[in-house]
Protein backbone atom coordinates (compact mmCIF):
# COMPACT_ATOMS: atom_id res chain seq x y z
CA UNK A 1 0.00 0.00 0.00
CA UNK A 2 2.61 2.47 0.87
CA UNK A 3 4.47 1.46 -2.47
CA UNK A 4 1.40 2.40 -4.36
CA UNK A 5 0.62 5.73 -2.63
CA UNK A 6 4.51 7.15 -3.01
CA UNK A 7 3.93 5.65 -7.03
CA UNK A 8 1.15 8.15 -6.92
CA UNK A 9 2.55 11.12 -5.30
CA UNK A 10 5.44 10.54 -7.59
CA UNK A 11 3.11 9.87 -11.31
CA UNK A 12 5.37 6.03 -11.95
CA UNK A 13 2.77 4.15 -13.77
CA UNK A 14 2.24 1.03 -11.91
CA UNK A 15 1.04 -2.54 -12.61
CA UNK A 16 -0.79 -4.63 -10.04
CA UNK A 17 -1.18 -8.51 -10.22
CA UNK A 18 -2.20 -11.24 -7.79
CA UNK A 19 -0.81 -10.15 -4.19
CA UNK A 20 -1.77 -6.46 -5.03
CA UNK A 21 -5.03 -7.12 -6.39
CA UNK A 22 -6.12 -8.81 -3.30
CA UNK A 23 -5.50 -5.64 -1.26
CA UNK A 24 -7.11 -3.33 -4.19
CA UNK A 25 -10.23 -5.63 -3.56
CA UNK A 26 -9.98 -5.33 0.53
CA UNK A 27 -9.53 -1.47 -0.42
CA UNK A 28 -10.25 -0.25 -3.91
CA UNK A 29 -10.14 3.56 -3.14
CA UNK A 30 -6.18 2.69 -2.90
CA UNK A 31 -6.23 3.23 -6.53
CA UNK A 32 -9.43 4.06 -7.72
CA UNK A 33 -8.93 7.04 -10.00
CA UNK A 34 -5.43 6.58 -10.74
CA UNK A 35 -5.17 6.09 -14.65
CA UNK A 36 -1.58 5.36 -14.34
CA UNK A 37 -2.63 2.31 -12.79
CA UNK A 38 -2.63 -1.09 -15.00
CA UNK A 39 -4.43 -4.05 -13.02
CA UNK A 40 -3.89 -8.39 -14.23
CA UNK A 41 -6.58 -10.23 -13.14
CA UNK A 42 -7.22 -13.42 -14.23
CA UNK A 43 -10.95 -14.27 -14.20
CA UNK A 44 -11.43 -15.48 -9.91
CA UNK A 45 -9.13 -11.76 -9.29
CA UNK A 46 -11.52 -9.66 -11.17
CA UNK A 47 -14.88 -11.09 -10.09
CA UNK A 48 -13.90 -10.63 -6.42
CA UNK A 49 -12.25 -6.86 -7.75
CA UNK A 50 -15.85 -6.54 -9.83
CA UNK A 51 -17.95 -7.69 -6.51
CA UNK A 52 -15.95 -5.58 -4.44
CA UNK A 53 -16.35 -2.51 -6.25
CA UNK A 54 -19.54 -2.98 -7.99
CA UNK A 55 -20.86 -4.75 -5.19
CA UNK A 56 -22.94 -6.63 -8.18
CA UNK A 57 -21.97 -10.50 -9.56
CA UNK A 58 -20.24 -10.32 -12.86
CA UNK A 59 -22.50 -11.08 -15.66
CA UNK A 60 -20.89 -14.16 -17.26
CA UNK A 61 -22.79 -13.42 -20.48
CA UNK A 62 -21.48 -10.52 -21.21
CA UNK A 63 -17.46 -10.37 -20.59
CA UNK A 64 -16.48 -7.14 -22.37
CA UNK A 65 -19.19 -4.98 -20.66
CA UNK A 66 -17.74 -6.20 -17.38
CA UNK A 67 -14.60 -5.30 -17.79
CA UNK A 68 -15.29 -1.76 -19.10
CA UNK A 69 -18.06 -1.19 -16.37
CA UNK A 70 -14.90 -2.18 -13.67
CA UNK A 71 -12.46 0.15 -15.40
CA UNK A 72 -14.45 3.04 -15.25
CA UNK A 73 -16.05 2.33 -12.04
CA UNK A 74 -12.03 2.76 -10.95
CA UNK A 75 -11.89 5.42 -12.63
CA UNK A 76 -11.19 4.71 -16.18
CA UNK A 77 -7.94 2.93 -15.07
CA UNK A 78 -6.70 -0.28 -17.42
CA UNK A 79 -7.92 -3.76 -16.81
CA UNK A 80 -6.07 -6.53 -18.58
CA UNK A 81 -8.75 -9.63 -17.55
CA UNK A 82 -6.21 -12.92 -18.32
CA UNK A 83 -7.90 -15.74 -19.97
CA UNK A 84 -8.39 -17.81 -22.68
CA UNK A 85 -8.56 -14.49 -24.95
CA UNK A 86 -7.40 -10.90 -22.83
CA UNK A 87 -10.01 -8.20 -22.54
CA UNK A 88 -8.72 -4.86 -22.20
CA UNK A 89 -10.30 -1.77 -21.34
CA UNK A 90 -9.28 1.41 -20.75
CA UNK A 91 -12.97 2.72 -19.80
CA UNK A 92 -13.63 3.79 -23.66
CA UNK A 93 -12.39 1.27 -25.31
CA UNK A 94 -12.40 -2.42 -24.98
CA UNK A 95 -9.87 -4.59 -26.87
CA UNK A 96 -9.55 -8.40 -27.47
CA UNK A 97 -6.65 -9.93 -27.73
CA UNK A 98 -6.48 -13.60 -28.88
CA UNK A 99 -3.01 -13.97 -30.48
CA UNK A 100 -2.50 -17.31 -31.15
CA UNK A 101 -0.67 -18.84 -27.65
CA UNK A 102 -1.50 -22.67 -27.04
CA UNK A 103 -3.76 -24.82 -25.19
CA UNK A 104 -1.54 -25.10 -21.89
CA UNK A 105 -1.25 -21.81 -20.00
CA UNK A 106 1.48 -22.30 -17.09
CA UNK A 107 1.76 -21.37 -13.66
CA UNK A 108 4.30 -18.18 -13.36
CA UNK A 109 2.92 -17.37 -17.24
CA UNK A 110 1.08 -14.14 -15.43
CA UNK A 111 4.69 -12.84 -14.28
CA UNK A 112 5.72 -13.08 -17.94
CA UNK A 113 2.77 -10.71 -18.72
CA UNK A 114 2.82 -8.18 -16.01
CA UNK A 115 6.63 -7.92 -16.35
CA UNK A 116 6.80 -7.21 -20.06
CA UNK A 117 3.93 -5.11 -19.21
CA UNK A 118 5.69 -2.48 -16.98
CA UNK A 119 8.71 -2.38 -19.82
CA UNK A 120 5.78 -1.67 -22.62
CA UNK A 121 4.21 0.90 -20.04
CA UNK A 122 7.24 2.54 -19.46
CA UNK A 123 8.34 2.80 -23.12
CA UNK A 124 4.39 3.58 -24.94
CA UNK A 125 4.15 6.85 -21.97
CA UNK A 126 7.68 7.89 -22.87
CA UNK A 127 7.29 7.80 -26.68
CA UNK A 128 3.93 10.19 -26.14
CA UNK A 129 0.73 9.60 -28.20
CA UNK A 130 1.50 10.59 -31.66
CA UNK A 131 3.63 7.14 -31.60
CA UNK A 132 0.78 5.37 -30.23
CA UNK A 133 -2.19 7.04 -32.75
CA UNK A 134 -4.18 8.79 -29.93
CA UNK A 135 -4.96 5.69 -28.22
CA UNK A 136 -4.37 5.48 -24.33
CA UNK A 137 -0.95 4.05 -24.59
CA UNK A 138 -1.61 1.80 -21.49
CA UNK A 139 -4.23 -0.08 -23.54
CA UNK A 140 -1.84 -0.24 -26.36
CA UNK A 141 0.99 -1.42 -24.04
CA UNK A 142 -1.30 -3.97 -22.53
CA UNK A 143 -2.24 -5.44 -25.78
CA UNK A 144 1.58 -5.58 -26.55
CA UNK A 145 2.38 -7.30 -23.56
CA UNK A 146 -0.50 -9.93 -23.87
CA UNK A 147 0.31 -10.90 -27.36
CA UNK A 148 3.85 -11.13 -26.39
CA UNK A 149 3.43 -13.40 -23.61
CA UNK A 150 0.75 -15.39 -25.82
CA UNK A 151 3.63 -15.65 -28.67
CA UNK A 152 6.37 -17.04 -25.83
CA UNK A 153 3.44 -19.63 -24.85
CA UNK A 154 2.66 -20.39 -28.83
CA UNK A 155 6.77 -20.97 -29.76
CA UNK A 156 7.63 -22.38 -26.01
CA UNK A 157 4.97 -25.12 -27.08
CA UNK A 158 5.90 -26.02 -30.35
CA UNK A 159 9.22 -27.35 -28.65
CA UNK A 160 7.79 -28.38 -24.98
CA UNK A 161 4.43 -29.71 -25.69
CA UNK A 162 2.84 -30.25 -22.31
CA UNK A 163 6.14 -30.10 -20.53
CA UNK A 164 6.35 -26.41 -21.04
CA UNK A 165 7.15 -24.30 -18.30
CA UNK A 166 7.41 -20.32 -18.05
CA UNK A 167 10.77 -20.67 -17.85
CA UNK A 168 11.16 -22.40 -21.30
CA UNK A 169 8.39 -19.16 -22.44
CA UNK A 170 11.18 -17.08 -20.91
CA UNK A 171 13.93 -18.32 -23.26
CA UNK A 172 11.38 -17.19 -26.40
CA UNK A 173 11.25 -13.69 -24.99
CA UNK A 174 14.17 -12.65 -27.72
CA UNK A 175 12.72 -14.39 -30.71
CA UNK A 176 9.13 -13.83 -29.74
CA UNK A 177 10.04 -10.10 -29.27
CA UNK A 178 11.49 -9.40 -32.85
CA UNK A 179 8.94 -11.69 -34.49
CA UNK A 180 5.99 -9.31 -33.47
CA UNK A 181 8.06 -5.85 -33.33
CA UNK A 182 11.21 -5.78 -34.94
CA UNK A 183 9.33 -7.12 -38.65
C1 LIG B 1 -14.15 7.41 -18.14
O1 LIG B 1 -14.27 7.31 -19.54
C2 LIG B 1 -15.62 7.43 -20.00
C3 LIG B 1 -15.60 7.13 -21.49
O2 LIG B 1 -14.62 7.87 -22.16
C4 LIG B 1 -16.14 8.82 -19.64
O3 LIG B 1 -17.48 8.94 -20.04
C5 LIG B 1 -16.03 9.01 -18.12
O4 LIG B 1 -16.39 10.32 -17.78
C6 LIG B 1 -14.62 8.75 -17.62
N1 LIG B 1 -14.60 8.76 -16.18
C7 LIG B 1 -13.68 9.42 -15.48
C8 LIG B 1 -13.78 9.28 -14.00
O5 LIG B 1 -12.80 10.09 -16.00
Redesign the pocket.
Known amino acids: QGIIEKSKMKGIPVIIDADGLWLIAQQPSIIQ?YEQAILTPNFMEFSRLYEAVLRDPVDSNDHHGSVLRLS?AM??LTIVQKGEKDLISD??KVVVCSHEGSSRRCGGQGDLLSGSLGVLAHWALVAGPEKTNGLNPSLVAAFGACSLTRQCNNQAFQKHGRSMTTTDMISELGTAFSKLFET
Do not use: D, K, L, V
Open positions: GQGNGE
